[in-house]
C-alpha cells in the first residue's frame, strides 16, 4: 500500500500536460497515459483504480446514449429504409424504439422507452427543454460576442471580467455561472 495521494498528483500531472495555446483534448490525454506509462505507471494505475467506477458510468452512460442517437439518426438511409419497411410488413422490432433508454429522474435512473411512466416521459422532456433553452442562450452568447470581436479575438476586446458579466447577462446565469467547456 502506498501513501500517494493519486487524484492530487494526477490532477497536477493533468494541468501540467495542458498546453498554453489551442490543444485537442483527447491528444492531451493520450500523450499524458504514453507518458504516464513509462514514467510513472503506479500514478497512472492508482488513479485508474480510484477513478474505475466514474470512468465506466461515463462509459456506460454515453454507450446508452450512443445506442439513442444512432436508433434516431445514425442509421444509413437505406438500413433505415428496409427496417421501415420490414416494420410496415408487421415486423414491431425492426426500428427497435423501445430499446432506447433515458435517464428518467434526478437519481439518473436509466429506463428503456418500453418501460417509461407518464412521469418518466415528463422528466425527460423537461430536460430537452431546459437543454435547448440554455443552447439557445449560449448561441446568443456567443453571437454577441463575434459581432462585437470581428476580425479580432476575444482577449483582444474583452477582459476576462468583461467576458463573464457579458456571459451572465445575455444567458440569465447566475454570478458563479461561467461558460460550459466544449466537449472532448
Same mark, same amino acid.
Given at each position: 500500500m502506498t501513501d500517494r495521494d493519486f487524484i492530487a498528483e494526477m490532477a497536477e500531472a493533468v494541468e501540467g500536460a495542458i498546453p498554453a495555446g489551442d490543444y485537442v483534448a483527447s491528444v492531451v490525454a493520450a500523450d499524458l497515459v504514453?507518458? %504516464?506509462?513509462?514514467e510513472d505507471p503506479e500514478l497512472l494505475a492508482g488513479w485508474l483504480d480510484l477513478k474505475a467506477a466514474v470512468i465506466l458510468a461515463d462509459v456506460v452512460a454515453r454507450k446508452s446514449n450512443s445506442k439513442r442517437q444512432a436508433a434516431r439518426i445514425g442509421a444509413p438511409r437505406k438500413a433505415f429504409a428496409e427496417a421501415?419497411?420490414? @416494420?410496415?410488413?408487421?415486423?414491431?422490432?425492426? %426500428?427497435?424504439? @423501445?430499446?432506447?433508454?433515458?435517464?428518467v429522474d434526478e437519481d439518473n435512473t436509466r429506463r428503456t422507452v418500453a418501460n417509461m411512466t407518464a412521469s418518466d416521459c415528463r422528466f425527460v422532456a423537461s430536460k430537452y427543454e431546459d437543454a435547448a433553452r440554455i443552447s439557445k442562450l449560449e448561441a446568443a452568447f456567443h453571437r454577441a460576442v463575434g459581432k462585437k470581436i470581428g476580425a479580432r479575438v476575444v482577449g483582444e476586446v474583452f477582459t476576462e471580467a468583461q467576458? %463573464?458579466?457579458?456571459?451572465?447577462?445575455?444567458?440569465?446565469?447566475?454570478?458563479?455561472?461561467v461558460p460550459r467547456a466544449a466537449a472532448a
Open positions: 504514453e507518458r %504516464l506509462r513509462g421501415a419497411r420490414s @416494420f410496415a410488413d408487421g415486423d414491431v422490432t425492426a %426500428l427497435h424504439p @423501445f430499446a432506447a433508454e433515458y435517464v467576458y %463573464l458579466d457579458m456571459y451572465r447577462s445575455v444567458t440569465q446565469q447566475g454570478p458563479r455561472s
